[in-house]
Every structure is written in structure tokens, then in C-alpha cells.
């Protein structure tokens, strides 16, 4: 598997797969801002056999990464490629002096929650109808070691 920073190219893909997960899905336009945005967005993509099977897209603010999005395509799922998109991202954050990565997950995500639990993040807060009224989410944090 490889995983490498997503491109404008990337786009369609990463809506394909988008559309596959979430019954609410990220316009072009959230993902444009993400990609396109050199000076603080950062996205990274998972092939396998030169074929996209997940994503991850967020923005670097401040000495935090904000997780904004994570996606695996139904096909693939189970199979760790979220794992390897979060180490990606822990892996980024120590080369830019990051010292903090967050995200929001949705209550009844479990096995989401799981896998952030399993790879040191911590449930901080709750975060009331953020994906529409009666779909709460949880904010989790991970700090990372400094060297």
C-alpha cells in the first residue's frame, strides 16, 4: 500500500469514495479548499495497485492538525488503511512540529471510535447535532510526544 499527499487530481476519486461512506458527503468545493490550500491544508491518499481505497484531509492551524475528514472505500474497509492514514498523519505532524491532532466522530461510529482509541486519541468533549439534529459527534484529541 502506498500513501502519499492527494493532488487537485485526486478530486473525483476522493468524491467517489466520499459518496460510498456518508450519507451526507463533502461538496467539491470542501475538498478544492483542503487540496488546493498549500499553505495549510494537507491531504493524504491510500492506492493500492494504483487505485484509490481511502483518503484523509484536514488542516494544519496554529501547532494543530485538525482531522476533517477520513474515508475508506466499503470495499476495503478492515483491512487497516485507516491505521496507515492515521500514522501518515501522526508521521506529518511530527515533521511540522505539530503538537496536537483533533477530530470529530460520530457518536454511533464505533468502529471509528475504536480505531482512534486504539492509536492513542483521547474523547474530550461532545459536540451536540454537529452532523444535523440528533447525530452528535465526539471530539477526540491526541497529543503528540515532542523530541
Request: aromatic share 10%; with cysteine; net charge negative.
Amino acid at each position: 500500500m502506498l500513501i502519499r499527499e492527494a493532488q487537485v487530481s485526486d478530486i473525483d476519486q476522493m468524491l467517489a469514495i466520499e459518496d460510498y461512506c456518508y450519507d451526507n458527503p463533502w461538496p467539491r468545493e470542501a475538498f478544492e479548499e483542503e487540496v488546493e490550500n498549500s499553505a495549510q491544508g494537507i491531504g493524504f491518499i491510500a492506492e493500492e495497485d494504483g487505485y484509490m481505497v481511502g483518503f484523509a484531509t484536514g488542516l494544519a492551524v496554529a501547532n494543530e492538525y485538525h482531522l476533517h475528514n477520513i474515508a475508506v472505500h466499503p470495499d476495503h474497509q478492515g483491512q487497516g488503511i485507516g491505521r496507515h492514514l492515521l500514522e501518515k498523519i501522526d508521521e506529518y505532524c511530527h515533521e511540522k512540529d505539530l503538537h496536537k491532532i483533533l477530530l470529530e466522530v460520530r457518536r454511533d461510529n464505533e468502529t471509528a471510535r475504536r480505531l482512534y482509541l486504539g492509536m492513542g486519541y483521547e474523547s474530550v468533549g461532545h459536540r451536540k447535532d454537529y452532523y444535523g439534529t440528533g447525530r452528535d459527534a465526539y471530539l477526540f484529541t491526541k497529543t503528540l510526544a515532542r523530541e
